[in-house]
């Protein structure tokens, strides 16, 4: 009877043990989870978040560099982060939700291919990527924002790319198809800029970013024009974003475009 008693106390040892080791689990994953941002867009209608950031728990994280929490790579003296693509969550239309995903997913890692490449390899080690969106009546506008500094270089690079999708479709649309990019919409974005004191422009001749667009986003308040990034002395490195107003816009886009769709509606204060 004596002989059977340890095998008991074993028994009944274990039972106690593992709530315990399951609570530190659980506990391991919250603290986990709360140690990473959680960047989302949300509405009444449609959430954007990203695929399985940390160990595929569905978590669109960005971990500051060094953290414990992302691999280590000593010859880089620096950590890599995955680099993923965002996932529309759209529960009044399922069809569309899978298929707004399913070339989310081809064009950002086929847009992604180079900054991946310098991920993994180790030649950047602080890098994140941050997802905005703007929902604009039947238009989704995503913003990826990507930036990544070069171990031991001092050098930091940033960049972004924008997609736009048709809610009722599921089709990716180009903003800068409706724009009728000639001179007088050039100056238009020349005069904007110079207006603004932080360049110290003394006239509209002066600037020449309208030469320099990489890239439109439509939003609430106007089509948001972005320029070329640049790189330069960690932590440099950005871009620059200003916002045309429809009204001014107006003359600019394409008529029958969506873009003039919701220009109209934006003037009537819709």
């Not at 080791?21 to 941002?37: C, H, N, V």
Request: with cysteine; charged share 20%.
């Amino acid at each position: 009877m004596s002989e059977r008693v340890p095998g008991k106390i074993l028994l009944i040892t274990s039972i106690l043990i593992m709530p315990v080791l399951l609570l530190l689990y659980l506990f391991s994953l919250t603290y986990q989870e709360k140690l990473a941002e959680k960047i989302c867009y949300q509405d009444e209608k449609i959430t954007i978040t990203s695929a399985g950031i940390i160990e595929k728990r569905g978590l669109h994280a960005v971990i500051p560099p060094n953290h414990r929490l992302l691999p280590y790579n000593p010859d880089y003296h620096g950590f890599i982060t995955k680099v993923e693509y965002p996932v529309i969550h759209y529960p009044a239309n399922r069809k569309i939700e899978k298929k707004i995903n399913k070339k989310l997913q081809h064009l950002f890692k086929a847009d992604k291919t180079t900054l991946q490449e310098s991920f993994t390899s180790g030649l950047a080690c602080h890098n994140r990527i941050t997802f905005y969106a703007e929902r604009i009546d039947e238009i989704l506008a995503i913003l990826a924002d990507e930036s990544y500094y070069t171990c031991g270089a001092a050098h930091s690079s940033t960049g972004f790319s924008i997609y736009h999708f048709h809610l009722a479709t599921g089709e990716e649309i180009h903003p800068e198809e409706m724009i009728i990019q000639n001179e007088g919409f050039k100056n238009l974005v020349n005069h904007i800029i110079a207006q603004d004191p932080f360049y110290g422009f003394t006239s509209d001749a002066e600037c020449h970013f309208a030469d320099e667009i990489g890239g439109f986003m439509i939003s609430p308040d106007g089509l948001n024009i972005f320029f070329a990034a640049y790189t330069g002395p960690a932590p440099g490195g950005g871009w620059l974003a200003f916002t045309i107003d429809y009204e001014k816009l107006k003359p600019f886009i394409k008529q029958g475009t969506i873009l003039a769709y919701i220009a109209e509606k934006k003037s009537k204060g819709k």
